[in-house]
């Protein structure tokens, strides 16, 4: 993962260079044409933390937006100051290991429906620490999404194969014999080991979202504070992040890796390093996951940027849409009329809460204040 993230920096190298040697010779391929704005040049915005000069159409180009610091006064983020990306790289650390921990203990649906309390964390962690104002319609849009994503994952846990299933059933029947099959194993699951496991898995997966929503809001507070690229901000953070995780793979596979019954197990490096290089299917499907993971940190950190945490979290909720779209054409996943329902609601949540759908009650419409006109000057005639 912090690998996929570290390896923003060659995007950082290669966009350095575009700007060094190519755009200096051929200002043609920058842009079309180089705005003259007086006889000393083109007409500059400012200088990087680099040094160099960003003319206004670079700036104003929207590919190369997130490849440039924010130009207004904020600090720039460099020197001891980019040790404040290490806090959210643990926090990621945390939050991804405490999912996965998670996810052995509960169902699959289970863990989808806990990962939707993540909007709710960051939510209520905008308004103490960064002093952020959700209005009412925006609050009710939290929990439309949350409600949307208990019910996708209460549809995988309804019917999780319906094809082993021979005789049909309507959904009413099946969400019955659902509910009375669920009672019967809480029943039997209280008196065993099973419960224990169950509920240690939810505290697991919910204490994650904590450490998620704390790292989007602090690195919504680290770029409003200070004037850093969002890839560059990736790339620190994956620098931060490998270190951490190589500093703990190295303890836990002295400490646990070489023992007895540790052997072969999680903590194993050996064996781990081993499994990547002798399967291809391992190594190919590592590297595919380290630039997903650095294109999904980049774009999220980009939403950050220019929107806020809540909306980044709202829209990350909705990505499984695209899953269950990509699982159905690929045959992995069977249509339920269920999670139809279950991704309308989070459609219509996101819409909610970033105002492109009108709130249905007159009383959760935000009413602004008029700007008062500017006074206009008589006009003087001749």
Known sequence: MFIGEMGCW???????????FLTKDAPLLHGGYEHVGSEDGPELDGTDELGRTSSRQETANPAVKSLLPTADERIPLVGRRVFLLAMPACCDIAGTTLMNLGLLFVAASIYQMTRGALILFVGLFSVIFLHRKIYLYQWSALFIVVAGVAVVGLAGAIAPNPQAQPDPRST????????????????????????????????????????????????????????????????????????????????????????????????????????????????????????????????????????????????????????????????????KWLQIVGFALLVYGTFLFNDIVRPPLRACVVRKKPEPLLEEEPIEHI
């Open 10 to 20: 060659l995007v950082v190298a290669g966009f350095m260079g575009y700007r060094r």
């Open 172 to 335: 009413v029947e099946t969400a019955s014999l659902f509910v009375r099959d669920s009672l019967q194993e809480i029943r039997a699951a209280a008196v065993s080991t099973g419960a224990l496991q169950t509920i240690l898995g939810v505290l697991m997966i919910a204490g994650a979202q904590i450490f998620t929503a704390t790292q989007f809001v602090l690195e919504e507070w680290i770029l409003e504070q200070y004037a850093l690229e969002p890839l560059k901000v990736v790339g620190w953070e994956g620098i931060f992040g490998f270190l951490v995780t190589l500093v703990g793979m190295i303890v836990l596979h002295l400490a646990v890796g070489q023992t007895e019954a540790g052997r072969y197990g999680y903590f194993d490096m050996k064996e781990g390093w081993r499994e990547v290089t002798h399967y291809r299917a391992v190594a190919v499907s590592s590297i595919l996951i380290m630039i997903s993971i650095g294109g999904f940190n980049f774009f999220g950190l980009s939403i950050t940027r220019s929107v806020s945490a809540t909306a980044r979290s709202i829209i990350d909720t909705c990505r499984t849409l695209f899953i269950w779209i990509v699982s159905l054409g690929l045959g992995w996943e069977t249509f």
